[in-house]
């Protein structure tokens, strides 16, 4: 698959508390993304990290890349009842298709 | 702010009608890109265009044809629409080079009845 795979599909926490993301893939990448899209702002870049990078930080969120395992995660730190959406990861690969996965739907309970 | 616009926002049209749903950036970006999307569902990527004069089919099937005569203009035609169609149609547009992030438009969501 060129996809990458979210994990967990459905996440709900309390307000304040953190959030983990996580994707796995299975195809070399030049990039990753994460987005998110809710009902008010429809699909929105996050932040990107590129293959020879291991970490990046943007306000709040923090995304890390392991490409000997494939993996990727985005933790959102003191949860806000605006961070509830879908994320998506977004794989870039050499012809720079933006391919999505399947999203996690997080949910900021008050 | 992203200036990507796709215009209707809102469709309802009957089986067997001629649709043309309209995707506009300002941006300058070259390459373009068209979603469907079901609520709750994921994205697939159904056509993609790296500049003018190209076009390519993405990972999804489609019956839908697009074009680009112009860089910023990517429309997407679907010749007789049936209710399988029924989604939502997601424009993005992005630039070639380091930063490839893409900018999505707000979507047209066509109901074929």
């Known amino acids: 698959s060129q996809q990458g795979e979210e994990d967990p599909q459905a996440l709900s926490i309390q307000e304040g508390e953190n959030a983990t993301m996580n994707c796995s893939y299975k195809t070399s990448i030049n990039n990753l993304q994460w987005y998110r899209q809710n009902s008010g702002r429809g699909l929105v870049h996050l932040i990107l990290?590129?293959?020879?990078?291991r970490e990046k930080h943007s306000g709040r969120l923090r995304v890390t890349l392991d490409t000997s395992k494939k993996s990727s995660s985005l933790l959102i730190t003191a949860s806000r009842a605006a961070d509830t959406a879908s994320y998506f990861c977004v794989l870039v690969q050499g012809a720079q298709k933006l391919v999505f996965g399947q999203g996690t739907r997080l949910t900021i309970n008050p | 702010e992203a200036d990507i616009y796709q215009t209707p926002r809102y469709l309802v049209i009957g089986t067997g009608k001629k649709i043309t749903l309209e995707c506009s950036q300002t941006m300058g970006h070259d390459k373009m890109y068209w979603y469907q999307q079901d609520p709750g569902m994921e994205l697939h990527l159904i056509h993609y265009s790296y500049g003018v004069n190209s076009t390519e089919k993405g990972d999804l099937s489609s019956e839908s044809t697009v074009s680009r005569i112009r860089t910023e203009h990517f429309p997407l035609t679907l010749e007789s629409a049936r209710p399988s169609h029924t989604s939502q149609y997601l424009c993005a547009s992005s630039v070639t080079g380091g930063r490839t992030e893409a900018f999505f438009g707000q979507g047209t969501r066509l109901t074929v009845v």
């Open positions: 990290i590129r293959s020879n990078e």
